[in-house]
């Protein structure tokens, strides 16, 4: 499934681009039992609506993913419950507010010292009973007079963080916040009086709360990705490779432990490459593959402020012999007839839609007089396979999904599969994709991936050898027999859609008629 990530909106009357989301019923029975108080800022009734800070639409877009990420954190401590925090957690919240003020007015205190002295007491009198009072102090108006001075800004410290807490804990947060601010209050009466030595008091309370911790906007690792895998898409990168590149980063930010993006370092990525490395993945595979994606998605954010510098300006690579190679990376004859065999047996069943099925018996057929990619073919259009001058080809092209190279090729139509029955197929079938739905104006990526993780079964069942590709093996395996039938290289590139060995092969047109006769010199294969 394709996930619609949210997109800007504008209030009527309003320049400015906000962030709206409808409330999922289960989250609206929990707000409705919490006090208005505590709902989060902004969570209506029915729908979120959060202000983006500016009429610009491009920077309003690269906000949404963290916006989204937030609501996201929110919702799931919402639906876990309430949770009693732990002494250290409410020192740390207290101490956030106790820096927020005293640091935050540290060079303009604003108001002159008496009356930041005037505040401190104002807040520790709250907390403590009145001496003109004859009885004890009620504990229950003690409790009012904290929550009128300090109950919202323990509000909003619970909400900046996501927590949904116990009242219990709550109660414990406004009593510590009765011990700091007036401390804040009394710094900045000083600071107003000109004093400005070194404010050791701050160093005494911990870092900030972990697990769900407050990343500034548009800085966490998960919005970074978000941001640029929409921006890929936008330059025509191909929806499958944006994915796999945003899924990496998203998982090192998992195994990182936290989703500040200022934060990484290049240290960090390396320890996860060994980490990696440790499990048991190739070297090639880390080095071409995932710090590769890092480094591409790292580099972008750094050239647009999402991070300081990117931490992979000297590559992180993993060093290696590589894996023993024990065979060839093409299907042997044995192995392809076997695979053939299989799909030309490929039958429906009751709970097999009949385009996978189609596509476990024509695809591996395909591949095998292509070399095309599997994914290339599963997204094969009606009007993709085309005839000129009595000569059927498949046209392959970035109109019908993604394309690696972003361009169309053109593939003549072996006979064997013109016998087989390829073409009276495509013409019983109907308009649109030929082995996979696809829903009008939605993207192919997400049912091709399903019927390619199927197919991928399906041929693995027939070949199990570990050190063969399922899919990939049929490009190895078109080129190789082609070039035993004296194919010249520069054609077959063509047709796989490979780049051309040199510059001046560059310039060389290979044409459908060229690329005909070279598949008309192709060898059949021997079935079993």
């Known amino acids: ?176 916040l009765a011990i700091e601010l007036p401390k804040a209050s009394e710094k900045l009466a000083r600071n107003a009086d000109g004093d400005y030595s070194p404010d050791t008091y701050a160093q005494r309370f911990p870092a900030p709360v972990r697990g769900e911790e407050q990343v500034p906007t548009g800085r966490s690792i998960t919005g970074l990705a978000q941001a640029w895998y929409e921006a890929a898409l936008a330059r025509n990168k191909t929806e499958r490779d944006a994915k796999r590149f945003k899924s990496i980063v998203v998982r090192f930010a998992k195994w990182l432990g936290h989703d500040d993006a200022s934060r990484i370092t290049r240290p960090d990525i390396a320890r996860w490459a060994d980490a990696l490395s440790a499990e048991g993945k190739a070297a090639s595979t880390i080095n071409q593959m995932d710090t590769a994606a890092l480094r591409a998605v790292f580099g972008w954010g750094a ?33 392809a007839a076997a695979i053939l065999s299989a799909a030309l047996r490929a039958l429906p069943t009751k709970r097999e839609h009949p385009k996978t099925t189609a596509a476990k018996r024509w695809v591996p057929w395909l591949c095998a007089y292509s070399g095309a990619r599997v994914a290339e073919m599963i997204q ?54 030929l082995f996979c739905n696809v829903t009008k104006g939605r993207s192919p990526a997400g049912p091709v991936e399903g019927v390619y993780a199927r197919i991928r079964a399906f041929v693995r069942e027939i070949v199990a050898d570990k050190n063969v590709q399922p899919s990939h093996a049929w490009r190895y395996t078109f080129k190789t027999r082609g070039l035993e039938a004296d194919i010249e290289p520069l054609v077959l590139d063509a047709i796989c859609g490979h780049a051309p060995s040199s510059k001046g092969a560059d310039y060389t047109k290979v044409t459908l008629k060229k690329r005909i006769a070279a598949m008309q010199k192709f060898p059949r294969y021997t079935l079993s």
Request: net charge positive; hydrophobic share 35%.
């Open 380 to 433: 094969l259009r009606r009007q993709d396979v085309r005839q000129e001058a009595g000569a059927w080809f498949i046209r392959l092209t970035p109109e019908a999904g993604g394309i690696k190279t972003n361009e169309f090729r053109d593939v003549p139509v072996h006979a064997h599969l013109l016998e087989l029955g390829f073409i009276d197929f495509v013409q019983e079938t109907g308009d649109g994709h």
């Open 303 to 335: 050239d647009r402020g999402w991070m300081p510098a990117n931490p992979l300006e000297r590559n992180v690579r993993i060093s290696s012999r590589g894996k023993a190679k024990v065979r060839d990376k093409y299907f042997t004859e044995q192995e």
């Open 1 to 176: 499934m394709v996930l619609r990530m949210p997109c800007p909106t504008k209030r009527k009357g309003s320049d400015r681009w906000y962030f709206r989301r409808t409330i999922p019923a289960d989250v609206q029975r929990i707000l409705a039992k919490l006090p208005r108080s505590q709902r989060p800022h902004n969570w209506y009734a029915k729908h979120i609506v959060i202000s983006l800070g500016t009429a610009d639409r491009t920077l309003a877009k690269s906000k949404c993913p963290e916006v989204s990420a937030a609501v996201e954190r929110q919702m799931k401590a919402l639906r876990e419950g309430p949770k009693p925090l732990l002494p250290k957690q409410i020192v740390a919240l207290a101490g956030e507010a106790y820096k927020a003020f005293s640091l935050g007015l540290e060079d303009d205190p604003v108001l002159p010292p008496e009356e930041w002295r005037d505040i401190a007491e104002g807040i520790r009198a709250a907390g403590t009973p009145n001496p003109l009072l004859f009885t004890p102090d009620d504990p229950e108006l003690r409790g009012q007079r904290l929550e009128r001075h300090l109950g919202k800004i323990a509000d909003r410290l619970i909400a900046k963080h996501a927590i949904v807490t116990d009242e219990q804990s709550r109660l414990m947060l406004i009593e510590r």
